[in-house]
């Protein structure tokens, strides 16, 4: 062994076990840093290699990130919240035309977020956070889906009177289900947003009822004070808040250095 192999073996012997192990991983063990070493400025070469892994790393415990190495502790996190909030977007706009079956429209944005809610860390809380998430949006396309509509009528709905007409009857589940209609002040007949009741013997009577300008939800029969959707709107309102704060926790904790942690501390090579 001459004496460049020599200097070679001792650079990597004074590496930390995670930054060996780490770099036969990569297939630039003791040999082929040799090989490196042998060629025109090899030893200059192979300490710019071994400076990378020289740091006193901490050994892995349990939960610390599995992931990728390439993973940042930002971009899974972003995608995540997109993701979320994309969901939440199509689910909202599909009430427009699906009404309450809007909510399969956010069933179906759920595998997206569930994708990159897997893609995130683990460690440092971000195992909890990642579900917290997950369950802010479940909570968010669901009163989403059947409280839009109440909380549009609240804000933009007219009240004006109309005509009870005769009902709608569906079976649902072996159930025979009453739907109540309504003829409007311009002729057009519509089934009642909420209102699963018996009409049949008040067709024919003049009731209040909100209305959407544009056409698009049911209207509410009632007035706009009846109008229900309250614990909906709170609900959506803390899981809204829920969505922004759990990814914006996850960045903050997994960047934050841990307690008698150097900041640059090395692991496996990358810097954490």
């Known amino acids: 062994m001459n004496e460049e192999e020599e200097s070679v073996d001792e650079l990597f012997a004074r590496l930390p076990e995670d930054g ?39 050994p892995r415990r349990p939960g610390d990130d599995e992931g990728p190495a390439q993973r940042t502790a930002v971009r899974p996190w ?27 429209v956010g069933a179906v944005c759920a595998l997206g977020v569930l994708f990159a809610a897997f893609r995130t860390r683990e460690s440092r809380g971000g ?44 079976w649902t589940h072996g159930t025979r289900e009453t739907y109540c209609r309504v003829r409007l002040e311009d002729g057009s007949v519509h089934q009642v947003l909420g209102n699963r009741e018996n009409c049949a013997d008040r067709v024919g009577l003049g009731e209040t009822a909100v209305v959407d300008p544009t056409g698009h939800y049911r209207p509410f029969l009632g007035t706009t004070s009846e109008i229900g959707g309250t614990a909906e709107a709170i609900a959506a309102l803390g899981a809204a808040v829920v969505l922004i704060l759990a990814p914006a926790s996850a960045v903050a904790l997994g960047r934050a250095p841990r307690t008698g942690q150097p900041s640059g501390e090395r692991t496996g090579g990358r810097t954490a």
Do not use: C, N
Request: aromatic residues 6%; charged residues 20%; proline residues 3%.
């Open 78 to 104: 972003v995608l995540l919240f997109v993701a979320a909030l994309a969901g939440v977007v199509l689910t909202e706009v599909s009430t427009l035309v699906l009404h309450e079956t809007a909510l399969l």
């Open 20 to 58: 060996r192990r780490t770099l036969e991983q990569i297939r630039m063990g003791l040999p082929e840093l040799r090989r490196m070493a042998a060629g025109d400025g090899g030893m200059r070469k192979v300490r710019a290699v071994l400076s990378e892994f020289t740091s006193e790393v901490r």
């Open 127 to 170: 195992l909890a956070l990642r579900w917290i998430t997950v369950a802010a949006y479940a909570v968010l396309v669901v009163a989403g889906s059947f409280g839009t509509q109440q909380w549009y009528l609240r804000l933009r709905g007219v009240e004006q009177p109309v005509t009870i007409v005769r009902p709608l009857h569906q």
